[in-house]
């Protein structure tokens, strides 16, 4: 009995093992200074962008072939800013911000080949969650990583109604962008 235990336990060990992070892997946070994600939106009378300057999102690095495994990014409705504040408190309002306070991606799949990353995950937004595939361009120099990429996605997709200027809504496409810094 005791040596089936011993096989049992050593199986364990071996089945355990494929499923712990490698050595090499490590977490990394987004430099907040640095990082930006901004919305782009279109009216008949004129366009306009949001930024926002408080980027959460965090990578697994493997040191060792310098790849990542995975993202995940966070942000506050409320953060972004488009120069107009009447706009951006619309924004907040239109967007429901009190009762769905953040924008989540989290990948599910990464392929990578040379600079050029293909992101796929989950989008919550306006508590919806939708599949998303994002091209990203990684830029490495020293002890920096910078992943830029750009995506775009329908408000009705996530249920939010149109804001409308002057009784003509703006439309339903919002195209976003990222740019986010990771200390090596």
Known sequence: MKTKTNILFCLLLIVNSAFLPKADNKK?????????????MSHPAHDWEG???????????????????????????????????NRDSHAIEVLEGLKFPK??????????????ITAEGNLSFHGVTKPVTMTVIRTESGNRLELNGKFDIL??????????????????????????????
């Not at 990394?28 to 782009?40: E, G, I, P, R, W």
């Not at 009705?156 to 703006?170: E, Q, V």
Request: charged letters at 25%.
């Open 28 to 40: 990394l946070m987004a430099d907040k200074k640095a990082s930006t994600v901004t919305y782009a």
């Open 51 to 85: 930024t926002s300057k408080d980027v959460n999102a965090v990578i697994v690095y493997d040191d060792a072939t310098k790849s990542i495994s995975q993202v995940a990014v966070s942000l506050k409705v409320d953060s972004f800013d488009s120069g107009n504040a």
């Open 103 to 116: 924008v989540t991606f989290s990948s599910n799949k990464i392929r990578a080949s040379n600079n050029t």
């Open 155 to 184: 408000l009705s997709d996530f249920n939010i109604d149109r804001p409308s200027l002057f009784g003509i809504k703006t439309k339903d496409e919002v195209k976003l962008s990222f740019k986010v810094i990771f200390s090596l």
